[in-house]
């Protein structure tokens, strides 16, 4: 565990754009961990999390903020090539996220942990036309279509996808996941949107994608009310990620 101590001595020179002592501490916090998998559990996401509620409370400038995601994501990505890889398990997740640093970050480290639990992941990050998500889903035919750190304003739109792909019946047994941003803001808000799972990190989505069963495809009756699958909280232990 790198412990509030190490974060907090992380948090300093990263909101002051100090990519050479950011890269050293990483660096150390991966020597002292068993498994270089879990600096993004212990270091890298709750230091984006940190600059994220910094930067939503107005206590820094759009300037620092980006400084500091970028600097996470440079260290994510020098982490990344040193994770152990399981054996691939069969299944497949498509990842997209709100268009912005700090939620392709976010997202990107969901890409690589999947990656390395054995998914095939295909991440297509901010910025792309519904109608292409739709069409990339319908291709790929992923197990999880996961969203990803939605904005508050990106909601609707967000919304009108999933009602959208469950209306055609694209890929029917997919579930559709949200995570981060908004959705661990507001409580319930995940099924607004009708996902049909939550996951407030990583680790959690890990875990939620691997033991959630294909989704049912549903039957409509003209005039009967819409049923709605909620995600079921187990006893689990935590996934190591």
Sequence with gaps: MTGRMTLHRYLAPLLKGDRTTCRNIARSVVE????????????????????????????????????ATRINRMIADQVQACLPVQERNGKRILITCADSEPEELGAQMCADLFEARGWDVYFIGGGVPHDEVRSVCGQLRPDILM???????????????????????????????????????????????????????????????????????????????????????????????
């Design 32 to 67: 002292a961990l068993a498994d270089p998998r879990e600096i993004y559990a212990e270091l890298i996401w709750p230091a984006m999390e940190s600059v994220e509620k910094l930067y939503r409370d107005h206590r820094i400038n759009a300037a620092v903020e980006h400084m």
């Design 147 to 241: 969203i990803y750190g939605t904005h508050p304003s990106g909601v609707p739109g967000v919304r009108q996808l999933i009602d959208s792909i469950r209306e055609i019946g694209i890929n029917p047994t997919m579930n559709v996941m949200v995570s981060g941003g908004v959705y661990n803001r507001a409580d319930g808000l995940w099924e607004e949107v009708n996902a049909d799972l939550h996951a407030a990190d990583v680790r959690e989505a890990i875990e939620v994608a691997e033991s959630a069963p294909p989704r049912t495809a549903e039957v409509r009756v003209a005039g009967a009310p819409k049923k709605r699958r909620r995600r079921r909280r187990t006893q689990r232990e935590p996934v190591a990620v």
